[in-house]
């Protein structure tokens, strides 16, 4: 999976169908106001083992979400729009960003984006592809 509108070639994601909207692993979230206009600035770690490879972002705030973790937990989130790749495909999605820093996964796919066409196999895993050797090699500090 790849974020390529902010310069995020690969990123482990999770297909979650229980989520309505999409989220992003996001750090030093920060809100300003650019030209009259609500705008957020974070930091996208897309690897979990280092820093190393951070992406510092500004986009404008599309929206704001209450958004009900499973535990039953409510945290209003900023959500910004993205192009987000998937299995050789580009859709623009809503993306929620918060701090995933304990999960697994630094993204979830949620239910709006995989409308656009996509269909789930729970059995399968990693049918978008693996990042090229060359970019694990070099995160994992190989």
């Known amino acids: ?24 692993h996001a750090t030093e979230i920060t ?3 650019r030209d009259g206009a609500p705008w957020v600035r974070f ?3 897309p690897w979990q083992v280092t ?7 500004e986009l ?6 209450t ?8 945290q209003e989130r900023p959500v910004v729009l993205m192009e987000i790749g998937i299995a050789g495909r580009t ?11 304990e999960m697994v996964f630094r993204m979830l796919i949620g239910r709006e984006a995989l409308r ?7 059995a399968a895993s990693f049918l978008g592809g693996k990042p090229p050797r060359a970019i694990r090699r070099r995160n994992r500090g190989a």
Do not use: Y
Not at 67 to 74: D, N, Q
Not at 91 to 101: C, F, G, P, Y
Not at 116 to 122: K, L, M, Q, T, Y
């Open 1 to 24: 999976m790849s974020l390529n509108g902010i310069g995020v070639p690969w990123i482990k994601a999770k297909i979650d169908t229980g989520a309505q909207t999409s989220a992003l």
């Open 31 to 33: 809100e300003f106001v």
């Open 43 to 45: 930091e996208v770690q």
């Open 51 to 57: 820093d190393d490879d951070a992406v510092a972002v």
């Open 60 to 65: 404008p705030v599309h929206d704001r979400r």
């Open 67 to 74: 958004v009900r973790s499973s535990s039953g937990h409510a």
């Open 91 to 101: 859709i623009e999605a809503e993306v929620t960003l918060t701090d995933r820093e």
């Open 116 to 122: 656009r066409g996509f269909v789930v196999d729970s």
